[in-house]
C-alpha cells in the first residue's frame, strides 16, 4: 500500500503541482507532475522529483549541532542548542547591543513557508532594539528591478511580466529560462511557451553572450558583449525616434511622464557608436528597433544578466522604458502587472516613506559608505563591517537559509569573516561551506515536513491562481519548526534569554502587532478596522494563520468576513489542485500605480545621473575577457548538489570559451585552466563550445564544496570551484549597490 499526496514544489518561482508516492514504511518513491493541478498541469522538472532525496538525505541536519573547542560540530539536544545560542549571543548583546547583530536572508527564505511569513519577525525584532540593517542575495541578483519598480511604478515589488502566451514578438535579455524555469516570471514551461510563439507565427531574440538552449529554441540570438546591453537598448530606443516607429498610445495616454527626456538621453548612442562597445552590429541593431516597431504586440524581458552586470540599473530600466515606448505596457501581449492571488506584507511601503515617492541613501555603510539602497547595503560589505573594528562592529549574526561563502563575491574574505564571528547561529539543513563556521545550527524542516504557500511569487504569475499542501510527513519529536525558531530568535534580540524566550506570546506580539498596524495604516486592506476582531477572525497557528490573513485581504478573499462568499484558507483547503482565478488582464495601471504623480515615472535623478558613466563606457578599451555567470537546469544556486540523481553525467562545474580563445591561451576542451581576476585565482577545466562568445568566458555559480568541516558526501565528491572567488566585491552597478558578476575581466591560461 502507499498513499499518493498532492503537494507544489517548493523549489522554484514555477511552484509546480506535484504527486508524491509514500510508501507504509514512510518511504518516498515516485514523484511526477500533477495533471490536475490548476496552475502546472503536470508540468515538472527533474528538480521536483529530487524532493524525496532531500528528504532522505542522510547528510540533512535532524538534530542542532554545535561546534565544540576543537572545531568539530556534534549533535545536541534542542535545550542544550539554545543553551549555547544564549552563551555565544548574549556577551555580545550586552556589550555592544543589537547594533552588533544582524541576519542574512538567503534565497529559500522566500519559498519555504515558516521563514517567508516569518523572517519579518526576528528581522524587526531586531530593528526595534537597534539592529542597523540585514543582508541578503538581492544585491548579487534582482535589486536594479527593485530600485526601478520603486521608481517607475512607486512599489519595490512591482514589476509587470510579459504575457508570453500571446506576444508575437519577445526579446529575451539576460535570462535562461531553460535552466531557471523562469525569474520574476511565474510560468510552468516557459520554453514551451517560447516555442508556442514560434509555433503561431511569432519571433522571439535572445540577446546573451551565450547560446543557451532558450537562444538555440529562439528565431534569433543576438550575442551581446556583457554589461553593455544599456547602450544597445539606447541605441534601439534613438533608432526607433529616429525613424519615426514612435507612436502614441491611447490607453497610456497621460499616464507617463518624462519620455522625450529620455529620448534626449538617448540622442549620444547611435547604432554606429555602440556598435563597437556591444558587439552588435549597427544594421543589426537598427533591425531589432524595426522588428519590435513592426509587430503587433512585442514585448521585451531580461532578468539576472541585465541585473548583475555594471550596468544592471541602466539596462532594466531601458528595458521598461522601451517596453512604454512601444506601448507593450498595461497591453494583451505585452508587459502585464499580474493580480497576486494573496495579499502579502511585502506589498507595503516602509513605514517611514509614506510621503510620496522612494528616498535613496538615507543611511551609508560605517566602513566603506556605501549609500543604502531599499533598506540595503550591497552583501559585500558585510566582511568589512565584521572584520573593521570600532563602534557597530557586526559581532554576531544569523543566517538563514543562506550560503553567503559561495554566493557572494569576494568570496575568500566572506569566508574569512564569518570564521571571526563572536557568534553565528545558523537557521540551516546542511552542514556546508557557510555553517560550517557556526557555532550552533538549528535545523529547518525538510521540502516535505512543512506545508506549502507561496507568497510573493504570485505578483509575477501568469494567471492568478492560489494553491495550499500540507506537509507529507509531521514533525518529529520535539522538533521545533522554523517560524518558531525564528521568533525564539527574535524574543532572544529582545532581551530574554534564549531558552525562556515563550514563543506563543512572541507569535501572538507579531501577528497582533502586523494586524494592529494594518489597521492603524491609511491605505492597507484593513484599514480603519478592529483590530481585535480582526485577529480573532483568523484561523490557524503560526504560517498558517498568516496564510489565512494573506488570502482573506487578496482580491479574492473574504476580507475577513465583509465579503461572505470570498476565500479563506479553509474554503482553499478543499481544493487540492489549487483555484484557478484569472487570466493574466490588461487595464490594471491606475490601480497599480503609485509614484507621486500618479504616471508611470520614467526619468529621476538616481538614473540619469548614471548616464554619464554609462557614456565614460564608450570609449573604455575593451578587456581581453571577461567572465559570466551561468545557471544549470540541475542545479539550486548552491545547495542541491548533494542529491545523487541530480549529480549524474558530465562534470557541470567547467569554464565555458569560445575555441578561438581557447587556442588564443593554448587551451583544448577538457584541460585544466587557470583563470585570473583582480579579486583571484581559480583552476578547473575548460569545455570549448562555439555556444559563447568570442572573449566572453562562463562559469556556474554556487560550487567550491571541498571545504573541510562541511558534511555533504555527495557534494564533496563532486567539489567545482567557487566562481565568487574571482568576482571583486566592489564592481558594482552604482545606482542599485548590485554586485556586477557579469563582464568581469579576466585571463585564462593552462593551469
Ligand atoms: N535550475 C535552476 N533554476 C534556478 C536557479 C538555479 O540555480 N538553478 N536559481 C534561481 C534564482 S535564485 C534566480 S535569481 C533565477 C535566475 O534566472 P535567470 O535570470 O534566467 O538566470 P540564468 O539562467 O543565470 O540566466 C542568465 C543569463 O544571462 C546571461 N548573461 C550574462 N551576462 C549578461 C549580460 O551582460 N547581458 C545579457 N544580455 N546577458 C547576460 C548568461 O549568459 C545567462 O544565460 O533562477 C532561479 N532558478
Ligand atoms: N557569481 C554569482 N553569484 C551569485 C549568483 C550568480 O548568478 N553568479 N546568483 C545570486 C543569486 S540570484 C542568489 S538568489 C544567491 C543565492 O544565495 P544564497 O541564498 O546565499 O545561497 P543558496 O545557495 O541559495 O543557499 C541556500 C541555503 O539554504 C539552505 N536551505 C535550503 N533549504 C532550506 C530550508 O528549507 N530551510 C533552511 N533553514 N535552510 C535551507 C541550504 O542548505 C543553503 O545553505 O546567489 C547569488 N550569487
Ligand atoms: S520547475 Fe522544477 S524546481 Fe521549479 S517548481 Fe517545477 S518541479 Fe520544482
Ligand atoms: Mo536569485
Known amino acids: 500500500m502507499s498513499r499518493e499526496h498532492r503537494i507544489t514544489c ?6 509546480c503541482g506535484l504527486r508524491v508516492t509514500v510508501d507504509d514504511a514512510g518511504r518516498v518513491g515516485r514523484i511526477t507532475g500533477d495533471p490536475d493541478d490548476v496552475w502546472s498541469r503536470g508540468y515538472l522538472c527533474p528538480k521536483g522529483t529530487a524532493l524525496g532525496h532531500l528528504h532522505e538525505d542522510p547528510d540533512r541536519l535532524r538534530q542542532p549541532m554545535v561546534k565544540g573547542p576543537d572545531g568539530v560540530h556534534r549533535p545536541v539536544s534542542w535545550d542544550q542548542a539554545w543553551a549555547e ?11 555592544d547591543g543589537a547594533s552588533a547583530v544582524t541576519v542574512y536572508v538567503g534565497n529559500p527564505v522566500a519559498h519555504n513557508l515558516s521563514l517567508s511569513r516569518y523572517i519579518g519577525a526576528v528581522i524587526g525584532m531586531g530593528q526595534a532594539v537597534g539592529m542597523q540593517t540585514y543582508y541578503s542575495p538581492a544585491t548579487v541578483d534582482q535589486w536594479p528591478l527593485n530600485v526601478v519598480g520603486a521608481l517607475l511604478f512607486g512599489g519595490m515589488w512591482e514589476a509587470p511580466v510579459p504575457d ?14 531553460a535552466a531557471s524555469q523562469g525569474s520574476m516570471l511565474s510560468a510552468p514551461d516557459v520554453l514551451g511557451r517560447l516555442r508556442a510563439i514560434r509555433e503561431r507565427g511569432g519571433s522571439v531574440v535572445v540577446v546573451d553572450p551565450r547560446r543557451t538552449r532558450t537562444a538555440e529554441q529562439a528565431s534569433e540570438w543576438v550575442p551581446v558583449r556583457p554589461g553593455t546591453d544599456a547602450l544597445l537598448l539606447f541605441a534601439v530606443l534613438r533608432t526607433l525616434a529616429e525613424e519615426g516607429l514612435l507612436r502614441d498610445h491611447d490607453h497610456l495616454h497621460g499616464k507617463v511622464s518624462g519620455l522625450a527626456e529620455v529620448l534626449a538621453l538617448a540622442e549620444p548612442f547611435t547604432p554606429e557608436r555602440v556598435a563597437g562597445p556591444t558587439g552588435v552590429p549597427a544594421d543589426r541593431i537598427r533591425r531589432l528597433a524595426r522588428d519590435l516597431a513592426a509587430a503587433s504586440s512585442p514585448v521585451l524581458y531580461g532578468r539576472i544578466g541585465t541585473c548583475t552586470q555594471e550596468f544592471g540599473t541602466l539596462s532594466t530600466w531601458l528595458i521598461f522604458v522601451l517596453n512604454v515606448a512601444l506601448g507593450a505596457v498595461d497591453r494583451v501581449g505585452g508587459s502585464l502587472f499580474p493580480i497576486a492571488g494573496a495579499w502579502s506584507p511585502m506589498f507595503l511601503k516602509p513605514p517611514d516613506q509614506d510621503q510620496p515617492g522612494w528616498r535613496f541613501g538615507r543611511t551609508r555603510s560605517r566602513v566603506r559608505g556605501a549609500p ?9 560589505c558585510l566582511p568589512e563591517e565584521i572584520e573593521t573594528p570600532g563602534p557597530g562592529r557586526i559581532r554576531a549574526l544569523i543566517t538563514v537559509a543562506g550560503n553567503p561563502a559561495v554566493s557572494a563575491p569576494a568570496a575568500a574574505s566572506m569566508d574569512r569573516a564569518l570564521g571571526s564571528l563572536d557568534a553565528l547561529i545558523a537557521v540551516d539543513n546542511w552542514l556546508n561551506e557557510t555553517t560550517r563556521h557556526a557555532h550552533v545550527v538549528l535545523p529547518g524542516t525538510s521540502p516535505l515536513e512543512h506545508g506549502h504557500a507561496d507568497d510573493l511569487y504570485w505578483m509575477y504569475a501568469l494567471r492568478s491562481c492560489l494553491k495550499w499542501s500540507d506537509p507529507v510527513f509531521p514533525l518529529q519529536g520535539d522538533r521545533p519548526d522554523e517560524w518558531e525558531i525564528l521568533l525564539r530568535l527574535g524574543g532572544a534580540l529582545l532581551g530574554t534569554p534564549v531558552p525562556e524566550v515563550d514563543v506563543p506570546a512572541m507569535d501572538e506580539m507579531y501577528v ?7 489597521c492603524a495604516t491609511a491605505g492597507t486592506p484593513l484599514t480603519g478596522r478592529d483590530p481585535d476582531a480582526a485577529l480573532a477572525a483568523l484561523a490557524g497557528t503560526g504560517p498558517e494563520r498568516l496564510v489565512d490573513l494573506g488570502i482573506r485581504l487578496g482580491p479574492f478573499g473574504d476580507s475577513l468576513g465583509a465579503r461572505p462568499d470570498g476565500l479563506t484558507l479553509a474554503r482553499l483547503r478543499e481544493h487540492p489542485g489549487g483555484l484557478d482565478l484569472a487570466e493574466l488582464q490588461a487595464g490594471r495601471l491606475d490601480e497599480v500605480l503609485s509614484t507621486p504623480s500618479g504616471t508611470i515615472e520614467l526619468v529621476h535623478d538616481l538614473l540619469s545621473d548614471d548616464v554619464p558613466r554609462l ?5 573604455r578599451a575593451e578587456p581581453g575577457l571577461v567572465l559570466t555567470s551561468r545557471r544549470h537546469l540541475r542545479s539550486n544556486n548552491s545547495w542541491l548538489h548533494n542529491v545523487p540523481s541530480l549529480m549524474k553525467g558530465a562534470d557541470r562545474c567547467t569554464l565555458l ?43 556556474p555559480h554556487g560550487w567550491g564544496h571541498d571545504r573541510p ?23 558594482l552597478d552604482v545606482p542599485s549597490g548590485t554586485l556586477a558578476v557579469n563582464g568581469v575581466p579576466c585571463s585564462v591560461a593552462p593551469a
Open 372 to 380: 543604502e539602497v531599499l533598506g540595503q547595503y550591497p552583501v559585500t
Open 709 to 731: 568541516g562541511t558534511r555533504m558526501a555527495v557534494a564533496h565528491a563532486h567539489a567545482g570551484v567557487n566562481s565568487n572567488l574571482l568576482n571583486p566585491g566592489d564592481l
Open 512 to 518: 497582533g502587532g502586523l494586524v494592529q498596524s494594518l
Open 615 to 619: 557614456l565614460a563606457r564608450l570609449d
Open 10 to 15: 517548493p523549489l522554484c518561482e514555477a511552484m
Open 164 to 177: 508570453l502566451d500571446r506576444t508575437d514578438h519577445l526579446v529575451v535579455l539576460g535570462a535562461n529560462p
Open 657 to 699: 570559451l569560445h575555441p578561438r580563445d581557447a587556442d588564443a591561451a593554448g587551451l583544448v576542451d577538457g584541460q585544466l585552466a587557470r583563470i585570473t581576476t583582480t579579486e583571484g585565482e581559480v583552476e578547473l577545466p575548460v569545455q570549448v563550445s562555439a555556444e559563447m562568445m568570442p572573449g566572453v568566458v562562463s562559469l
Open 85 to 95: 545560542v544564549e552563551r555565544v549571543l548574549r556577551p555580545v548583546l550586552d556589550e
